[in-house]
């Protein structure tokens, strides 16, 4: 049977569909209900939300631009076909990607329950960036969990947090990416539950994070109505956005669930092929499982073990995905493909030439998508993608890939 | 009676848990360990599932799991191993203990089924919490197997009444906040928080994490009515050649059990 809205999950335990709840260890549960109670109360006072907007005016620079691709659009005709493509610049924010609307969130409901030190994980280290900032902004101490492959691949990044005075701890443990970065997290979580609040940086984890980080990323989507009617005086055709945890995409998506005509479409990251073992795709090439907090999809064998996931995008590496996600898929109202390592890498060189802007290597996936799907769509079909962050950072693994000495 | 509770009403001392990974460093070691804890004195046995990412446990348990794995270690192994074991020993309880990810895939009903068949007598979770456990309880029920719920020093009243409804076999009390094989816990308030559960269920409390030596056992068996020593062993294990791991754990489980 189909919802009636795809709107009004989670249920009041966290669930969406089978997906989502609370999985985790005992010492955690009672602060994890008193964050959903917090979040609960702050969601419903004006004032918190007056506080949200006013720094997400002024301290990130929202409302994003949309921008109309013209080259792209240009680039991506063939004859009397080809969509009209806009770019949504959230990589424009401040910290250079659309973390810092959850961080802001987060960091406003960790004050109003009193917590004194901030942990939070990360991979690509822009959600680390965007901690680090709110952190410094609010002048709370806070350490980031970082796995040693990820801070070798993401020096930048690394050097910004520690500028911003977080303490970067390297996590050793397994493949050195981001879900050990998680489970070290987790275990700080639970030593020091008593002071620390943990900043999840995506649509997963324990209820109420998946929710509460949907409500503060929707920013995205609901200004992308508004623009989008005084733009065209219409809505969107399709949308698409690149997916790890998912936190991007949720944001752009969440609006536009219950507009039946509008085609919505994730990006996951194939790697190497998601017929290899080595990609990132938690649903294209997953199954359901329990993991950090959440059942979703994941990475894993027949015996439960979760396999490490392999992305040339740190931000995308990682082998779970948001519960709403793993709903929506199931459902099938969003529409779920993978683009590999080596379409990213070509879609970030052409997006930089056509356009202007380095993409980040995460939206380089979903922009490598709407290079594969524009050229066939009728011309006066709009679609948008979520440019959810800058290339900066990647400048040095692209160098690499393509055999270049900086 | 279960095994767990012949075993609580016959001790006339604080039961000393004793607790493994299975399949750790490899299964032919393993087992040989299982078999011979009882020897040493351990009452009840916690077997652990290896798991990729034991997010609850410290660095001791975590290189265990990761040895385990490596050594092809798996769910079935692990029901083998208590098969093995019960073939052997038909009074010592053991109780799984581990993550919810490997039952899950495994199958709930399945899990319960095979796991009871092997001669598993309970089960703990860590990261499956009551909200999440009716599939696993409705099982576990059907098949005889004993749920043991966590207490830990963040459970105030409201939350042990959740806790408790459902709860059998015994309470694993984690007395610290923290990971597991971290530092001890402080008595003073450990012991107030204990008789306030025992206010509350007559089911045996076992205290677990950061018990080390035998003194710290003695110390919290004043407490409660069992005291759960694993990251130390698990230590020996990672620390002796495989072929005089046994004989290592034996003696270390002996001193622990002498003092109680």
Redesign the interface.
């Known amino acids: 049977m189909k919802a009636n809205s795809y709107k009004n999950q989670p249920d009041e335990n966290g669930h969406f569909g089978p997906y989502g709840g609370r999985y985790v260890a005992e010492t955690l549960m009672p602060l994890i209900l008193q964050v959903e109670e917090a979040w609960n109360a702050a969601k419903a006072d004006q004032s918190f939300w007056d506080e949200f907007e006013e720094l997400a005016r002024d301290y990130i620079g929202r409302p994003s631009p949309l921008y109309f691709a013209k080259s792209t659009t240009e680039h991506c005709a063939k004859g009397n076909k080809g969509a009209k493509i806009y770019f949504k610049r959230d990589e424009l924010n401040h910290t250079g990607a659309h973390k810092i609307n959850h961080c802001i969130g987060q960091v406003l409901l960790a004050r109003r329950m009193g917590k004194t030190r901030i942990i939070a994980e990360t991979g690509a280290g822009q959600h680390g960036v965007a901690t680090a900032t709110v952190c410094a902004l609010f002048d709370i101490p806070c350490v980031i969990f970082m796995g040693t492959t990820d801070i070798e691949r993401q020096a930048p990044n690394v050097f910004r947090m520690k500028l911003l005075g977080a303490e970067v701890r390297a996590v050793e443990s397994g493949s050195g990416t981001l879900k050990d970065a998680m489970n070290e997290a987790l275990r700080d979580w639970v030593t020091n539950v008593h002071d620390t609040y943990y900043l999840i940086g995506t649509v997963a984890g324990p209820h109420p994070y998946p929710a509460m980080v949907r409500d503060f990323q929707s920013v995205i989507g609901k200004e992308l109505r508004e623009q989008m009617m005084e733009r065209e005086g219409r809505l969107p055709d399709s949308l698409v956005a690149c997916i790890g945890g998912g936190s991007n995409a949720m944001g752009l998506f969440h609006p536009f669930l219950d507009d039946a005509d509008i085609k919505l479409i994730g990006v996951e990251a194939g790697g190497h092929g998601v017929d290899t073992d080595e990609h990132a795709a938690s649903l294209t090439g997953g199954s359901p499982g329990v993991l950090h907090g959440m059942q979703s999809y994941f990475l894993q064998d027949s015996d439960g073990q979760i396999q490490e996931a392999h992305s040339i995008s740190a931000g995308l590496d990682y082998p779970g995905i948001g519960p709403e996600h793993a709903w929506l898929f199931d459902e099938k109202r969003v529409e779920y493909v993978s683009v590999t390592d080596d379409e990213a890498l070509e879609a970030f060189q052409l997006c930089t030439k056509l356009e202007g802007i380095i993409p980040a290597l995460e939206p380089s996936h979903a922009f490598a998508h709407v290079l594969k799907i524009a050229p066939d769509l009728p011309k006066d079909h709009i679609l948008v993608m979520n440019m959810c962050g800058r290339g900066d950072k990647d400048i040095f693994t692209v160098a690499e890939k393509l055999g270049v000495k900086i | 009676m279960s095994r767990i509770e012949k075993i609580f009403a016959a001790l006339e001392r604080p039961a000393l848990i004793t607790f493994i990974t299975a399949g750790d460093p490899d299964y032919e070691t393993s087992v040989e360990i299982l078999l011979q804890l009882p020897e040493g004195g351990a009452d009840i046995i916690e077997l652990g599932m ?7 446990d ?2 001791v348990i ?1 290189a265990a799991s990761q040895r385990a ?1 490596a050594a092809d270690g ?3 192994q692990t029901l083998k191993m208590v098969q093995q074991f019960r073939g052997k020993n038909d009074e010592t309880p053991i109780v799984l203990m581990g ?8 199958g709930v009903q399945q899990f319960a089924q095979d796991a009871t068949a092997s001669g598993v007598d309970g089960v703990i979770l ?4 009551p ?2 456990d009716g599939e696993l309880q409705e099982a576990a029920k059907e098949n005889g197997l004993d749920i043991i ?8 009243e409201q ?1 042990l009444k959740t ?1 408790l409804n459902g709860a059998s076999g015994f309470l694993y009390y ?1 007395s610290i ?3 597991t094989g ?1 530092a001890k816990a402080d008595m003073s308030k450990l012991k107030p928080h204990i008789e306030q559960i025992k206010k509350h269920t007559d089911l045996p409390i076992a205290i677990g994490f950061g018990i080390k030596t035998p003194d710290d056992a003695v110390q919290m068996g004043q407490i409660g009515d069992g005291v759960v020593v694993g990251s130390a062993i698990v230590q020996t294990i990672a620390n002796t050649d495989k072929n005089e791991a046994a004989q290592a754990v034996t003696a270390q489980v002996k001193a622990l059990s002498e003092g109680l």
Do not use: H
């Open positions: 290896p798991f990729s990412d034991p997010m609850a410290g660095p975590q794995l798996d769910m079935k993550y919810f990810n490997p039952v899950m895939v495994y860590v990261d499956l919490p909200e999440e719920r966590l207490i830990t020093p963040t459970t105030d939350r806790l984690v906040t923290g990971v971290a």
